[in-house]
């Protein structure tokens, strides 16, 4: 049985695959004989909260990154007897974090642009980083030689005549320079651990035989956003299952998954027996717009659709103007008694303005809203805040300086004292550089309480204590440990510290591997300060399944929450954020895909139509999701005074009455 499901956005696809591998447990299929492979860690929790686990033994329910990185644990030796490049021998990987391979790329980067590499960009090291680990990334996914990066990318723009070959060997030598000084440490991440993967573990005929014992069932949900070389895996085991069942959502692929739209479309579902669920029947209103506006985006056809439920406001002169009405708009909807969880806003990119503003209606009146696309930052806990400023003074690194408010919030948190305490201590100390000294100031210690006084004293005591050659990591167990363990309930806060704890033990293991950096405590608290993001919490993430909140979005974080909506509020339509962009002097994501022949030049006529197949996607998953009105707002001009255009709004312009 080799079986593809497909249907539309909303016509119950993870429902269907949820009931029939209910079914197969329920018919006396062990679980451990069937693998499911899930698009993220929101659905994995979705699939295990809905399974029936009285009926289930060992539930094998993984994301694609998920199951490669449990295989490679279990058959790390299997690797270390295959790969020559891995040198330090150790009993299992170690996975390394976006924010310690970004911060070893933009070393390396830094490193070759000093022997004059990639002369003439103006980029930052940090930036450059990022592009290159996106093409590791884009290589890996479609199974193509991460040595052939540059020679790919070069091939794809050599009508353009300013480019030269010599740049893309210095950013090939880059890139494979990276990889394996990372192998050589016995070090992965997600890229790489496709990598390994496909070419050890895939190619040993124990681990074939192994998987061949263990998988009996493969059970595939959101077919759509599978890479091509997760197509490459559904095909492998798809040649011995006893049985095999995709699900494949018919508007097609959007976002980094774009990417493997032919692949899936012209070598995966052929060989699988079709299956059609019914219609998404709450998409019916909105049918016949989204049918016509899809025709004039990807043919430029100037079609009109009349539909009295899509309301626009689209010639605003400036975004200000356009979130007043948002927001107005928003109340006004609360007040004709529309449920919270009802309306829906989508933004492009993360509008502070109108986080702040929903933000506010529903403290006014005392209902749940959530950003759904935004992770805190880590310092935003104030725990983790503390133990960074503690981190500074202890360390006192010459590059990173505290701040006279970093200080007094600092005091009122470990210290507990009064704000105005604070602020004098907190001047105090601006006068000796932010040193923790015991304080001798006749006239401020008359001024500060006394017990308040003596717990600094004790603090100052406590720092001096501790071994200076210790590391991030057992610094911040050694002051969790003293001043927070117990202050609070709350598991955010636990798990925020615990985070922080784990995070530095980890970046700084990895760090001390590579001579290139001189100080990953440094490095560390460097990357904590520029603004590092928070994971979401199992809580996070149950919120946003629950549904029950009124919502901001960016399209894709909102695709991903699977809600549906009486309201969708778009705003900001005529900015270009709202159609995928990959293609720059260092990126062709398009270019790196197995099945792209090398050579054949991506043109703009190509870019244009691949923009128009992402945006096609996104737009009919959003118009099926709601089921009584649409609001259509846009801006004019952007904030920085240009006149903005979109294929979005074009579209609509041709469409809208």
């Not at 016509?11 to 018919?27: F, P, Q, V």
């Not at 394996?180 to 190619?203: P, T």
């Not at 079609?303 to 309301?311: A, G, L, T, V």
């Amino acid at each position: 049985m080799r079986r593809v499901i497909l249907g539309e956005t909303g016509s119950g696809k993870t429902e269907n695959a949820i009931k029939r591998y209910c079914r197969m447990l329920s018919d006396g299929i062990n679980s451990n004989d069937i693998l499911v492979l899930v698009a993220n860690r929101t659905e994995r929790i979705k699939w295990m909260k809905t399974v029936d686990f009285q009926v289930a033994s060992q539930l094998r329910i993984f994301s694609y990154f998920g199951f490669i990185q449990r295989e490679l644990k279990l058959f790390w030796p299997v690797v270390l007897q295959k790969c020559s490049l891995i040198k330090k021998h150790e009993i299992e990987p170690v996975f390394m974090h976006y924010e310690a391979s970004q911060s070893l790329m933009s070393k390396t980067v830094e490193f070759y642009r000093k022997k004059d590499y990639l002369k003439g960009i103006i980029s930052s090291d940090e930036e450059i980083a990022r592009k290159l680990l996106s093409n590791i990334t884009g290589a890996s996914l479609s199974n193509t030689s991460y040595r052939k990066i540059g020679e790919r990318i070069y091939k794809s723009k050599i009508e353009d005549e300013k480019l030269e070959i010599e740049f893309y060997k210095e950013m090939n030598e880059i890139t494979v320079r990276y990889i394996e000084r990372i192998l050589e440490e016995g070090i992965v991440d997600n890229a790489v651990s496709i990598y390994l993967y496909f070419n050890y573990l895939l190619k040993d005929e124990k681990y074939l035989e192994y998987l061949q014992n263990n998988v009996k069932y493969l059970v595939v949900d959101n077919l759509e956003n599978v890479s091509i070389s997760q197509g490459d895996f559904i095909m492998e085991l798809s040649k011995w299952v006893k049985g095999s069942i995709l699900y494949y959502n018919t508007d097609g692929p959007y976002g980094i998954y774009q990417f493997s739209r032919n692949y899936i479309e012209k070598e995966l579902l052929p060989n699988f027996q079709e299956e059609r669920l019914e219609k998404n029947e709450d998409a019916e209103k909105f049918r016949e717009f989204i049918e016509v506006l899809s025709k004039n985006l990807m043919l430029d056809t100037e079609e009109r659709s009349e539909n009295q439920d899509i309301k626009t406001d689209l010639e605003n002169e400036f975004r200000s103007k356009e979130d007043k009405k948002v927001l107005r708009l928003v109340a006004e909807l609360l007040e004709q008694g529309v449920p919270v969880n009802e309306i829906s806003v989508i933004t492009p990119r993360y509008n502070v303005t109108l986080d702040f503003g929903l933000s506010r209606i529903s403290e006014k009146r005392d209902i749940k809203y959530l950003y759904t696309s935004k992770n805190d930052k880590v310092t935003d806990n104030p725990y983790v805040f503390a133990l960074t400023i503690f981190a500074l003074v202890f360390y006192r690194f010459d590059k990173i300086r505290i701040n006279y408010d970093e200080m007094k919030v600092f005091i009122n948190i470990v210290l507990q004292m009064d704000l105005i305490s604070s602020a004098l201590l907190a001047d105090y100390l601006s006068k000796r550089d932010y040193r923790l000294e015991k304080v001798e100031d006749k006239q401020l210690l008359k001024r500060l309480p006394k017990e308040k006084i003596e717990e600094y004293n004790n603090m100052v005591e406590f720092v001096e204590s501790l071994d200076r050659e210790m590391t991030i990591n057992q610094f911040f167990t050694s002051v969790y440990l003293e001043y927070f363990v117990g202050r609070s309930d709350d598991a955010k806060d636990i798990k925020a510290c615990r985070e922080l704890m784990d995070s530095s033990e980890d970046f700084v293991r990895v760090m001390e591997s590579f001579q290139m950096l001189k100080d990953a405590n440094y490095e560390f608290i460097k990357f904590i300060r520029e603004g590092a993001k928070t994971t979401p919490t199992l809580e996070d993430i149950g919120v946003k399944l629950e549904g029950g909140f009124m919502s901001l979005s960016t399209p894709g974080s909102f695709i991903g929450t699977g809600r549906k909506s009486r309201v969708l509020i778009l705003t900001d339509v005529r900015n270009p954020l709202y159609t995928l962009k990959s293609y720059n002097e260092f990126q062709n994501l398009w270019s790196l895909n197995k099945d792209w022949p090398v050579g054949r030049v991506f043109t703009g006529e190509d870019e244009l139509q691949m923009e128009k197949l992402d945006l096609d996607a996104v737009l009919k998953r959003l118009f099926k999701s709601v089921t009584e009105e649409v609001y259509l707002f846009g801006t004019i001009y952007s904030g920085r005074g240009m006149e903005q255009h979109s294929l979005f709004y074009d579209a609509l312009l041709r469409t809208l009455d």
